[in-house]
């Protein structure tokens, strides 16, 4: 008598992918808000590249014919901003020396205010956060004249360490705000642990609070340099002729007046100001978002 044959059941066929009508209007929504929002980039980046004959004659959404960085070359090193005609480069290097110390001491002092005002609260630390709240939401317009005398008294007036101060000091509320909302989330048992095993207050800092604040040092990292590489008012406020930052020196480069509009040294200064923040944005975008949807949860 002769085994029985087993045969493995017969196993589904896979569904064939079905297309979705509403997944596909949803796309086509978001790739045409996508195009909407990046054409300004692009007509500024196609201007950039072309010649002003090939402006006149063709179209403002039309590629460039024959890309070349001529434009770009002057904008940097070219370009008159009133009488001197030096082009971006110096206002560019005086933004530089002036956002990278006020970023690094604005994160720092932010850092340290949120730790105190979580990990070591004392009477009146709630008081303290309330009244540094005040300056997030206080009009920059509000400190300007006395900002001017405090620079004024301490000799840093026109100058880019004080324009760094007035950074520091303006930005302080929003990283202390940052950190404090990220560090409520942190166990308060670590913190005892430390402390039960002779840890004090800055070994605590550094060795267990600093080194799980990744999330929230990216996010303040890249608002603080946002929000100081593009301010106007402070630069334009608070600097003479040879310590402008790059925003300053751009609206002077755009309402230049000239015998011939060069539509394409505008466009090509537009795009050396707005690389940076371009370029921080593409290159950690991804742990900006994560860190703001830590430091919400956890606050």
């Given amino acids: ?31 045409g808000l996508a195009l909407f929002f990046l054409a300004p980039l692009y007509v ?29 070359a002057k904008a940097w090193s070219g370009a008159c901003t009133g009488t001197d005609c030096s082009g971006l480069k110096p206002f560019f290097w005086n933004s530089v020396l002036m ?41 920059l317009q509000v400190v300007l004249l006395p900002m001017s005398q405090v620079l004024g008294w301490l000799g840093l007036a026109s100058s880019i ?15 202390t705000l940052f ?39 990216v996010v303040t990292f890249i608002w603080q340099f946002t929000q100081i590489w593009n301010d106007f008012l402070f630069g334009v406020v608070f600097s003479d002729a040879g310590t402008k930052p790059i925003t300053v020196g751009l609206n002077n480069l755009a309402n230049t007046s000239s015998v011939v509009k060069e539509y394409n040294v505008d466009m090509a200064a537009a795009m050396i100001a707005g690389l940076p923040t371009l370029f921080v944005y593409i290159v950690a975008g991804k742990y900006f978002v994560r860190g703001l949807t830590a430091g919400a949860v956890k606050g």
């Fill in 99 to 139: 956002v990278v110390p006020a970023v690094l001491i604005t994160t720092a002092l932010g850092a340290i205010n949120g730790y105190v005002l979580t990990k070591w609260r004392f009477r009146g630390s709630e008081l303290m956060f309330a009244l540094m709240l005040f300056g997030v939401f206080m009009p």
């Fill in 179 to 217: 950190f404090r909302n990220y560090y409520a989330g942190l166990p308060d048992e670590l913190i005892k642990a430390a402390l039960l095993d002779g840890a004090g207050f800055w070994r605590i800092f550094w060795r267990i609070v600093l080194p799980l604040s990744g999330p929230i040092l």
């Fill in 44 to 72: 500024m980046l196609s201007t950039s590249l072309k010649g002003m004959d090939e402006i006149r004659q063709g179209s403002l959404l039309a590629m460039p014919f024959s890309p070349n960085f001529a434009a770009w």
């Fill in 161 to 175: 360490w004080g324009l760094t101060l007035v950074h520091i000091l303006c930005g302080l509320s929003s990283t």
């Fill in 1 to 31: 008598m002769s085994a029985p044959t087993l045969t493995a059941p017969a196993l589904p066929a896979a569904a064939a992918p079905r297309i979705d009508g509403l997944r596909i209007a949803l796309w086509a929504v978001l790739l």
